[in-house]
């Protein structure tokens, strides 16, 4: 026992010694690797390594230096290789060695690697210079190791000859880091992905794909994208591989969506094995208004139309607590902002019931209104006069007396006006009145200037020397959006008030300006523009669309009135507000084309009787459109619908999604306007210089021509799918054209004023004819223009004369037919004055004339129990004629004298009683005197059997009868005009 205890007391002093002597070794080493770095001589160093060695043994081995490897103390060789390569390592700083001996023992001739289980090997490559490298003894993968690190000696050749060992170096660190190749793509952690949805909604987070890289780097083992290979999908994926839909998904489009993923690793590469995304629709309950039509007929003139008439909202069992809902109709691609009445402005006043005396500055151009004829018009709202006005050129000048020179100090003006933003700085003039020359002086004026609605207001004479009131400044967006708006200014000196739309605002600016100096000179009043009297120009010209500018001097309208003006006749109607329950709120915007409606809902409980859900709807049901226009502007009216709920639950409270919806206003049935009546009549020169009545017998009818429904057609005539039914409304204008024009101081056409005033109505009129316009009732146009006088005072150089009469509604939207009169001269005869005969003949022709127009060439118009037809000749003196032709001519006198007197004593007796039976239905002879020359010798009567000859024996015995009578006065003789088919009494002298 004790001898083993001895034996290993002993080993156990051996391996500390041996320890011990390694340690030494190795510090000793270290001082000699030092001291060949820091001196290329032999130093204290050298000294220190001679007393540690015996100089015996140095000189006997001739090795005496170790070599060293040229790296700085605590510096270490770093190395780079690519995977799967055994091409040499690139180290830094390279590796070499140096050996201060001579001979091999100064020769690198070994670089060895201390551990054993690295796959590098070391190698000389020169062993004079000792430089050396490193090479992989396999091909490396940075996915098993990314990085080696070991130590490496330099050994020196020694003397072999002498059997002297190989001395070798200190150790030195190598650290080689494994360079990654992007050898692998991505690889998805699963073999395919499941997701289900619920439809209507939007996720963002459906499910997430992922995928690894088996690269060791970070630019070639992480991901970086993912991507939907599926074409026209409604998902996307993020970077992170979380897949979301971009819109709503719907059961009906499709029950389930199949997608192909792919990934790409940060170097680009992509998997090699996509992925299948496989995501089920489920269907739900869809929230939102139920049963109700996008496309509302409108029939016109039908009253008020149900929008919603079987609506129900579908709520999927939530309860709602609270719902708000949002009508809108859109309208203001109609017309002016909506559907208005077209009529010209001062017909409007008077059907607000404004008082009279409006003077419309902008009327559809005809006959007395010739001023706004060369303005641009907008002829696509269906019978809207809109004016437009360029910005540069466009403007007008009002003729003098159609506006007062003086306003007073009441008065209005009124305009529709369309406008948008300009930019420049500059003023444009809506109206304006100036000094007509020399200076540019303006005496009111209405004009915008950078979006703000400016009025001047200079007052002329009075007390020069104290300030007033002169412009009046409105700041409002409404001058620039490009919008329709009703603008009216009412003055009432000095207060002066804007109406926007009807609703009122006050300036926000007043400046006080001095009065205007009495002058001599003229004023212009101006439209579109404002004239500079200085310059002689127009400038300040308005940019935008104007329609029915007014003026009304002496009066300020009321709030009601201009209101009225600006009411759309069509709207959003509702009127059951008896049926909303508590809390419920129902109001309309101004224009009455908004509405909201809410309601306010407590739990449902069976025994609960308090306001609900189903209640509120059937109120919403009775939510109705309407249009007051008898002829409405046919088109379509977006209706929008949007709801705001609140639920009990509000996590799980349902969105109600908007409606949008559409009111169709189908063409009305347009009227055919129809005149009529006599359309030729005879009047004697006297009765004509009196005033004769040519629209006497008028009719006036309007009519529509409507589809027949099915049942109904049985009960028609053959060929009748239509009907013809007539029907009752407005008129707005007529007007009366005299063809040729009216001859001033002999010609006139005048209406009673007591009747324009009763209807209050305008007449304008011109050398061409009258106007007669204001709204009124087609029977009240029937009567007045029946009362129309045509005057001629001098009737005897005419012969004939057209009268045209037109009628228009709706600002002439709707026109009727030409209804022409003709009126025929009736001249008297003067047997002593042969001048007269020419007239005659001429009137005789004309007459001719017009029964072959009537009649027909060779058409016989005479009665068996008429008169014989009279031609009428003359003849005139002419001092150059023949002896033959005067005697022709007195024999002729003679004859014309002697037959007359014979027709006048055989018909006498008869003569009243054949001119009243005769007459043409559509021509008046009414006692006219008609101066004509007879030839007995031509007269024939409808069925006589004599012949010539016969004729002539009975001229030869009437003149032996008359002989007697040669030298008797001319007596009053009736002849019969029977060249139309009716009598007319001639008194020949």
């Not at 011990?20 to 050298?46: A, F, G, L, P, Y």
């Not at 008065?411 to 540019?440: P, V, Y």
């Not at 009124?776 to 045509?790: F, H, P, Q, S």
Request: contains cysteine; glycine residues 6%; negative net charge.
């Amino acid at each position: 026992m004790i001898i083993r205890w001895s034996v290993l007391l002993l080993a156990l002093l051996c391996g500390v010694l041996a320890e011990d002597v390694r340690t030494w070794e190795d510090d000793v080493e270290k001082v000699w690797t030092k001291d060949q770095i820091s001196s290329s001589e032999e130093d204290d160093s050298d000294k220190f390594w001679k007393e540690t060695k015996s100089s015996e043994e140095d000189d006997k081995d001739g090795n005496k230096h170790k070599p060293w490897l040229e790296i700085e103390d605590g510096q270490i060789f770093h190395g780079l290789i690519n995977e799967n390569d055994m091409s040499m390592v690139e180290l830094h700083p390279k590796l070499k060695a140096s050996d201060k001996d001579s001979g091999d023992a100064g020769k690198i001739c070994q670089f060895r690697i201390t551990q054993q289980d690295v796959p590098f090997d070391a190698y000389v490559l020169n062993p004079n210079t000792g430089e050396g490298y490193i090479r992989a003894r396999k091909e490396l993968n940075c996915e098993d190791k990314k990085e080696y690190t070991f130590t490496i000696q330099a050994y020196d050749c020694g003397i072999p000859e002498k059997g002297i060992q190989q001395k070798k170096s200190h150790k030195a660190t190598v650290r080689i880091q494994v360079n990654d190749v992007n050898e692998h793509g991505p690889e998805f952690t699963a073999s395919g992905y499941e997701a289900t949805v619920m439809e209507g909604k939007n996720y963002d987070n459906i499910l997430k794909v992922e995928a690894e890289d088996r690269d060791c780097s970070p630019g070639f083992s992480q991901i970086c994208s993912y991507e939907i290979v599926t074409p026209n999908v409604p998902f996307q994926i993020s970077e992170d591989g979380i897949i979301s839909n971009t819109e709503p998904l719907q059961y009906v489009d499709g029950h389930n969506y199949i997608l192909t993923v792919t990934a790409y690793d940060c170097g680009q590469r992509r998997a090699d094995l996509d992925v299948l995304v496989t995501i089920t629709v489920k269907e739900q309950c869809h929230p939102g208004w139920k049963d109700f039509q996008k496309r509302i007929e409108y029939e016109p003139f039908s009253g008020t139309k149900a929008l919603l008439p079987k609506v129900y909202l579908e709520t999927c069992g939530e309860e709602v607590s609270d719902i708000t809902t949002t009508f809108t109709l859109e309208t203001s691609h109609i017309g002016k902002g909506c559907d208005r009445d077209t009529y010209s402005s001062s017909s409007l006043l008077k059907l607000c019931g404004a008082s009279q005396g409006s003077i419309d500055l902008l009327p559809a151009p005809g006959l007395g209104s010739e001023w706004t004829q060369n303005l641009p018009t907008d002829e696509g709202h269906e019978g809207d006069q809109v004016f437009s006005f360029d910005g540069r050129q466009t403007g007008v000048e009002i003729p003098e007396g159609v506006v007062p020179k003086n306003l007073t100090n009441q008065f209005t003006i009124a305009t529709w006006m369309k406008h948008r933003e300009t930019f420049g700085g500059d003023k444009e003039t809506i109206l304006c009145k100036s000094d007509k020359k020399e200076l540019n002086r303006h005496h009111y004026s209405l004009y915008v200037h950078n979006c703000k609605l400016m009025f001047l207001l200079r007052h002329d004479g009075g007390d020069l020397e104290t300030f007033r009131p002169a412009e009046f400044h409105w700041k409002i967006p409404q001058v620039c959006d490009k919008e329709w708006h009703h603008y009216a200014i009412t003055v009432d000196f000095p207060e002066v008030n804007l109406y926007v739309d009807g609703i009122p605002y006050s300036p926000f600016l007043v400046t006080d300006d001095w009065p205007l100096h009495p002058s001599k000179f003229d004023t212009r009043l101006t439209l579109g523009a404002c004239w500079q009297g200085g310059d002689q120009e127009l400038s300040q010209y308005f940019r935008g669309e104007l329609a029915g500018l007014l003026i009304h001097p002496g009066k300020t309208e009321t709030r009601r009135v201009i209101s009225c003006l600006h009411n759309c006749n069509e709207s959003l109607e509702f009127h059951s507000f008896d049926e909303t329950g508590p809390g419920s709120e129902v109001h309309f915007n101004p224009d009455q084309t908004q509405l909201f409606l809410r309601g306010e809902f407590t739990p449902k409980n069976p025994d609960n009787e308090a306001y609900t859900l189903d209640k509120y709807t059937k109120v919403l049901q009775k939510v109705a459109y309407q249009n007051g226009r008898q002829f409405p502007t046919p088109g379509m009216r977006a209706l929008k619908i949007h709801t705001e709920v609140n639920c009990f639950d509000d996590e799980t409270c349902i969105e109600v999604p908007d409606v949008d919806a559409y009111v169709m206003v189908l063409h009305p049935e347009e009227p055919t306007i129809n005149l009529s009546g006599t359309d030729h009549l005879a009047r004697r020169v006297t009765e004509l210089d009196q005033g004769v009545t040519p629209f006497r017998d008028l009719r006036i009818v309007s009519t529509i021509v409507r589809d027949v429904e099915e049942e109904e057609e049985e009960e028609l005539q053959e060929g009748g799918a239509t009907e013809v039914t007539p029907i009752s409304h407005n008129l707005d204008a007529c007007q009366i054209t005299v063809d040729p024009p009216l001859e001033s101081g002999k010609e006139e056409l005048t209406v009673p004023k007591e009747d324009l005033a009763r209807l209050r109505l305008e007449k304008s009129t011109a050398t061409n004819g009258l106007v007669i316009k204001g709204v009124d009732t087609i029977a009240n146009y029937e009567d007045i223009l029946r009362k129309v006088i045509y005057r001629n005072s001098k009737a005897g150089d005419y012969f004939d004369r057209v009268l045209k009469l037109k009628c228009s509604e709706m600002n002439g939207r709707y026109e009727s037919n030409e209804y022409a009169v003709e009126l025929k001269v009736l001249h008297t005869l003067n047997v002593a004055n042969p001048e007269s005969h020419v007239k005659v003949a001429a009137v005789a022709q004309n007459v001719a004339q017009f029964v072959h127009a009537k009649h027909g060439v060779g058409e016989s118009v005479v009665q068996p129990h008429q008169v014989p037809q009279v031609v009428a000749s003359s003849q005139s003196a002419n001092v150059v004629t023949s002896l033959v032709i005067v005697i022709c001519v007195g024999f002729l006198i003679f004859m014309i004298v002697l037959g007359v007197y014979r027709i006048r004593a055989a018909n006498r007796r008869n003569m009243d009683s054949e001119w009243d039976q005769a007459g043409e239905p559509r021509m008046e002879w009414d006692s006219s005197d008609l101066t004509i020359t007879v030839n007995p010798m031509d007269v024939e009567y409808e069925g006589a059997e004599s012949d010539s000859s016969d004729d002539d024996d009975d001229s030869a015995h009437d003149d032996s009868d008359s002989s007697d009578d040669d030298d008797e006065p001319p007596r009053e003789v009736h002849n019969l005009d029977i060249s139309s088919n009716n009598f007319s009494e001639t008194h020949c002298m």
